[in-house]
Structures are given as C-alpha cells and as structure tokens.
C-alpha cells in the first residue's frame, strides 16, 4: 500500500465496532476508535498501539452535526484524510409496537441513519479527493424483519438503501459502499438482550446456534473479516451489496 489509509470505525469502544477497529489496524490502517465515550476508545486504542498498530481514540455523538464535523476535523489534521468509513455506531430500545414511545423509535433512527448520514457527508469529499474510498454500514438480519424491532429493523433496512444509493453516486469517484448485516453475534448488547429477557447467554447462544446451518454463533471477528475484505483495495468492484454475515442463507 502506497500510503497508510486512514479509517474510522464509530460505535467502536466495544463489540463489533472494537473487533473492526482491531483488524482494520492489523491490516495495516491508522483506526480513528470513534464512540461516545473517548475514555472507552482509549482502552481499545491502546490495545491497538500496544500491538503495534496506530490508532487514535476519538468521543463524539454521530447523530451531532457539529460534534462529527469536529471529530473528522481532529482526525484529520492528526491522521490525514480519511478515506474508509466503517458506520457501526447504534443502539436498540426493542418494545413492541403499541408499547414503543416516540423517544425510542427517534433515538434509534437518529445514531443508525441521521448518524450514518452524517459521517459519510463528513468524509466523502476527502475519499472523492483521493479517488479512493470504501464506505461499509453495518445493518442486521433484522432489517428482514424482527419481532419487538420494528424501529431498528426500519433502520437497518434504511441503511441498505442508503448504501445502495452512496455506490451509484460514488462508484465513478473509486468508491465503493456496501453494507453487511449481522446475525447472531456474541457481543454485549446480545447478552443484554438475554439478561432482558431473563435467559443465561450461554443457554441464549444454545438456542440461537441450533437455528444457524453453521451450528454456531458469530463473533466479532466474523464481522471484521468481512469489512476487511470489503474495504481493501481489490474489492473496488464490489458495491452496493449487501452481505448477510449469518452463518447461513438470508433473503
């Protein structure tokens, strides 16, 4: 690689975003840890450092215009110009339709799509400037569909859409967006889900793995490799897709 490429993973201090932010330093990259918390984004760039990569911890709220055009700017002129974009950030307030409040449906929508939107506005200039960029949004199984989630499900369905349009207005710049939806990963938020609904997670795992063709669940791990793939140089002929990382077939 002629230039060290310069990364954002948001919703990165833990999970997924954490085992992206990992691999994406192995592979080479300088990682912006981007999250909420710029105290849990050190701990995992200084896991990064400490394994020889490079990597800088960030806080910022994606869902604030201000707060994300402050955070690319510091990354920026601390870094270089960003040109992968790993969109992770989100959260779940899961409830039935009839008992889902509007605060619950807007602050999902609000981290998944507004801040999806506004860090890829945020970056896509310096990727169209570098006629290099790869942009990958983390949606889920659940954008098929899931009962308790219809606000995140509505999300994550919206995120397929939005990646689908960034790859038609990007392609002829050298970028590339593509979306992966996870399915049943281990990770914090799965085990909350499984405390919330009184299950050991090691009995929540069991279930879910008997439903997978794989016999397993995911890990964070599975996520990074296939954002690995996604945003290196020889996929740039892949775009606008949407990769179920499930461990078996989805529609």
């Known amino acids: 690689m002629s230039t060290q490429r310069v990364a954002i993973v948001t919703g990165a201090a833990r999970g997924i975003g954490a085992g992206v932010a990992r691999r994406l330093a192995a592979d080479g990259m300088t990682v912006a840890v981007l999250d909420l918390d710029e105290a849990a984004c050190q701990t ?13 911890a960030v806080g910022a709220d994606v869902a604030d215009e201000d707060a994300v055009k402050a955070a690319v700017e510091r990354i920026t002129a601390e870094a270089g110009p960003v040109t992968v974009l790993v969109n992770n950030a989100g959260i779940i307030r899961d409830n039935l339709l009839f008992k889902m409040s509007v605060a619950d449906w807007d602050s999902v929508m609000n981290v998944h799509l507004r801040g999806s939107f506004l860090m890829t506005r945020a970056v896509q200039s310096a ?10 949004n983390l949606s889920s199984v659940s954008a098929l569909g899931n009962r308790g989630q219809v606000n995140y499900s509505a999300a994550k369905a919206g995120l397929q859409g939005f990646t689908k349009t960034l790859a038609i207005e990007l392609g002829r710049f050298g970028v590339t967006a593509n979306a992966i939806g996870p399915g049943f990963i281990e990770t914090e938020m799965t085990a909350e889900t499984a405390a919330r609904v009184g299950v050991p997670f090691e009995d929540f795992k069991k279930m879910a793995a008997e439903q997978i063709p794989v016999g397993r669940t995911g890990t964070p791990d599975d996520i990074a490799h296939t954002v690995s793939f996604l945003v290196s140089e020889g996929a740039g002929f892949v775009s606008g897709q949407v990769i179920y990382v499930a461990g078996g077939p989805r529609d």
Request: aromatic share 4%.
């Open 44 to 56: 995992v760039a200084d896991e990064i450092v400490a394994a020889g990569g490079s990597a800088m």
């Open 127 to 136: 990727m169209v400037d570098a006629g290099f960029g790869r942009i990958v």
